[in-house]
């Protein structure tokens, strides 16, 4: 498994940052490449899921996120399958006066030996950069409510 870990301080409460982060038909406003999404209930509660495509480096990938864990103001996990199985951790902890968010991607890219080539060349790298401009994406629109 690889694990990519990126924060941001935003400058909004906890529970203002997780009312953005928990509304998923918003997460391609901020979330580099992601497509196509659809919502299932009970989401954001355990047992709900979302369903997407991210685009990068030319490729669509197909992913579904099912939430295994919801505790508004706090933390979101998600089990992921599709061109990645892994884990989303999406936590959140009040700091000064604002919110400290951190974001752990733990996965596993298919095709044994290549895919970890692969993920070592240039996935890890790729996921990384996503991740941090998708943070900062979401730092500002929370900002700016």
């Known amino acids: 498994m690889a694990i990519v870990q990126r924060n941001v301080q935003i400058n909004a ?3 203002e940052t997780m009312a953005l982060l928990s509304d998923a038909s918003r997460w391609p406003d901020w979330y580099p490449g992601m497509t196509e999404i659809t919502v299932a209930a009970p989401f954001p ?3 709900g ?3 997407f495509k991210v685009k990068s480096a030319g490729m669509s990938m197909p992913i579904t996120e099912t939430v295994l864990d919801y505790q508004p103001g706090k933390l979101q996990l998600f089990q ?3 061109m990645l199985s892994g884990r989303a951790r999406w936590e959140l902890a009040a700091e000064g006066d604002g ?3 951190t974001t752990t991607f733990d996965y596993a ?3 044994g030996v290549f895919g970890k080539l692969a993920d070592a060349l240039i996935v890890k790298r790729m996921n990384g950069k996503s991740l941090e401009d998708g943070l900062n994406n979401f730092k500002a629109l929370v900002e700016r409510q």
């Open 13 to 15: 409460s906890p529970q």
């Open 109 to 111: 890219l298919p095709a």
């Open 99 to 101: 919110t400290r968010l």
């Open 49 to 51: 899921k979302v369903v």
């Open 80 to 82: 992921m399958e599709g």
């Open 45 to 47: 509660e355990e047992g």
